[in-house]
């Protein structure tokens, strides 16, 4: 009698590994002498071993935002752009996206960066706050005269329907825009783009271990202070 086909379509995976236990995290160990008072000298110390060690884009990062009164969650990976002692900034549309939606009804959102390479990963939770136009024009001249144009002629996470052309109608769009700003090198930036900034209350240091038994140290907001930060271990 043939064997009944399973229900489920991935059960299990481990790579190429014949076994299906998971990966033991081997390569680091995270203790509180070793920690920054400030999770953002902390986040910077570690983001530069990260470029050093030749992670592969250490700026990626999943935002993930939530709407009200539904409640329900939605997730991106996007990049991180900046971080001060305010802050880590990252820059997208904020008049059509799905994540725009989801900060005017709830101004919270969460970020977390996955290092492979070190077996760390780092978790943010916190307000947003937009960028002024000023702030975000800074960057937004950085960008590829191509990401520029591309930014006035997309409307961010929109149908395009197959029916009128599908992506002709973005490459018609991008070919408008092109002529609006041709000859214009100082592209300006659009008053529906721009930098948000993810304040945090908490940041959580993770250190992978064996037995899934990891290092994991969280930073919540010390309420006696205004910069002040409590440190806390959690259980893993």
């Known amino acids: 009698m043939a064997a009944k086909p399973s229900s489920k379509l991935i059960f299990a995976p481990a790579g190429e590994k014949s076994s299906p236990q998971a990966d033991q995290y081997t390569k680091g160990t995270l ?16 983001f530069t071993h990260a470029q050093q060690s ?12 939530a709407h009200l009164p539904s409640g329900s969650v939605s997730s991106r990976f996007v990049y991180l752009k900046e971080l001060d002692a305010t802050g880590f900034v990252i820059y997208s549309n904020w008049g059509t996206s799905r994540k ?16 492979h390479e070190l077996e760390r990963q780092v978790r943010v939770e916190g307000t947003v706050v937009r960028l002024s136009s000023g702030e975000s024009q800074a960057y937004f001249g950085l960008r590829a005269r191509g990401s520029r144009v591309g930014a006035w002629a997309s409307e961010q996470s929109k149908v395009l ?22 000859g214009v090198e100082d592209i300006p930036v659009p008053e ?3 930098g948000l900034r993810v304040v945090p209350d908490m940041v959580e240091f993770w250190q992978g271990r064996e037995s899934r038994l990891h290092d994991r140290f969280k930073y919540v907001r ?14 893993p």
Do not use: M, Y
Request: hydrophobic fraction near 30%; aromatic fraction near 12%; glycine fraction near 8%.
């Open 161 to 182: 329907p197959e029916e009128s052309g599908g992506r002709e109608v973005l490459n018609s769009r991008v070919r408008d825009v092109e002529r609006r700003f041709e």
């Open 192 to 194: 529906f783009w721009g």
């Open 54 to 65: 030749h992670v592969h884009q250490p700026e990626t990062v999943c935002l993930s935002t």
């Open 222 to 235: 010390d309420g006696g202070e205004a910069d002040g930060w409590k440190i806390e271990r959690l259980s």
């Open 31 to 46: 203790e509180r002498h070793q920690l920054s008072p400030s999770p953002f000298t902390q986040f910077h110390t570690w």
């Open 100 to 115: 725009a939606q989801d900060v005017q009804s709830n101004p919270r959102a969460s970020l977390a960066f996955w290092w």
